[in-house]
């Protein structure tokens, strides 16, 4: 007898076919873990490394690092809210970054089998060696505009006192300036000079007994002014910060040419940066400035030319600028012919001369303070995780 085994077939097939199914399911799921295992573990090294970053300040590292972390994921797997862990290590010369995710990741299939959710985690490491030497060069605005009182107050103070407060400032002798110290009031260079000691003395502050650093200090007015040298003798520069004076007490002298000075100062730096030997060491440019330049008719009045920012940058050279916004006196002629006009240009013009997010705009002596420290803890990050 003939019999037909084609329903057996058929069967035996269907049978087959659902684990076959489910394999294919599982496989799916597991080929779909590795992949965002993959994408999550690459998201990581760049945490890492940017919690590491020079530009980083200590106490945003967790925060940069996160940031990192998400921006470098897909959507679709930022939906899924993934831990994200960091600690940060100091061992002698050396800093790690540690950092760590974990994620369930939804699965298609095997949740047949009651298991909905996979967990799936990875960890990586970065490391990077304290360095020995950066040299940082101070160029700071000694022209007449410096001398003008650094508050509304003080401008007050100071008319009242001398009967004028712009234009006039350098007159003498005696003149503003001694007039001011004598009566109490505080003029900008005072302030500038003052948070200038503050940012040295916190960057001094983590400064290993191994590492060379070095200032050097320049004024910025009708010409590029080298006052030190660069020295790593810190009470030698601390004394030059104090001892800083304005260019000169006429218009002439105190005149500020911030253009032609920065492609003078610009000369005095390396074709490129150093790498934090000794021999050749890191290279970190300090502005501070109004960001007026000003010479009768000489040059004309308003913001500086970005030209020689660029330059500096492209060099690999960091460029910080702390802009110290002047204090508006309207209804003055002076003040209204020469400086109004350009006022609100002046920042933006700063702001694209300083490297990214290395730009500060200050008004009160509060907000100066407050620049002067966020650039101190750029700088200090800088220095010790320097390679």
């Known amino acids: 007898m003939v019999h037909d085994k084609s329903g057996n077939v058929a069967i035996t097939f269907a049978l087959c076919l659902i684990p076959l199914m489910l394999a294919i399911g599982i496989a799916v799921d597991i080929g779909n873990a590795l992949s965002v295992k993959k994408q999550m573990q690459d998201a990581l090294d760049a945490a890492a490394l940017a919690a590491l970053a020079e530009s980083t300040p200590d106490n945003k590292r967790q925060s940069v690092a996160q940031k990192a972390f998400e921006a470098s994921l897909p959507e679709n797997l930022r939906n899924l809210s993934p831990q994200f862990s ?14 760590s995710f974990a994620v369930d990741l939804p699965l298609a299939f095997a949740g047949i089998f009651g298991v909905d959710t996979l967990d799936v985690s990875g960890q990586t490491s970065s490391g990077i060696a304290v360095g020995g030497a950066m040299d940082i060069h ?5 022209s007449a505009s410096m ?76 010409s590029f002014e080298p006052r030190i040298a660069l020295t790593n003798d810190y009470d030698a520069i601390h004394t030059a910060v104090e001892n800083f004076t304005l260019s000169g007490v006429t218009h002439s002298q105190g005149a500020s040419r911030l ?33 007026m330049q000003f010479d009768w008719h000489s040059i004309s009045p308003g913001p500086i030319s970005n030209v020689s920012c660029e330059n500096i940058k492209s060099r690999g050279i960091p460029v910080a600028v702390i802009q110290l916004r002047y204090v508006p006196d309207p209804g003055n002629v002076h003040y209204e012919h020469w400086v109004a006009p350009h006022f609100n240009n002046l920042g933006p013009a700063l702001q694209a001369c300083a490297s990214p997010g290395m730009f500060y705009s200050a008004d009160t002596p509060a907000q100066i303070q407050e620049a002067f420290a966020e650039l101190a803890v750029r700088i200090r990050g800088a220095l010790r995780l320097m390679n």
Not at 138 to 142: A, E, G, I, T
Not at 150 to 166: I, Q, V
Request: aromatic share 4%.
């Open 86 to 99: 960091l600690s940060v290590t100091e061992s002698g010369n050396n800093k790690s970054a540690t950092a």
């Open 138 to 142: 101070l160029w700071l605005d000694s």
């Open 147 to 222: 001398g003008v009182a650094a508050t509304e107050l003080d401008r007050d103070k100071l008319k009242a006192l001398t009967g004028c407060f712009f234009a006039c400032h350098m007159d003498g002798p005696p003149t503003s300036q001694k007039k001011a110290k004598d009566n109490g009031i505080v003029l900008r260079i005072d302030l500038m000079k003052k948070n200038v000691l503050a940012l040295m003395e916190k960057i001094h502050e983590v400064q290993l007994p191994e590492q060379v650093v070095r200032y050097s200090i320049s004024g910025m007015a009708r």
């Open 259 to 291: 253009t032609p000075v920065l492609n003078t100062a610009r000369g005095t730096l390396p074709p490129q940066n150093g790498d934090g030997t000794v021999d050749n060491p890191r290279r970190f440019v300090v502005i501070v400035t109004d960001g």
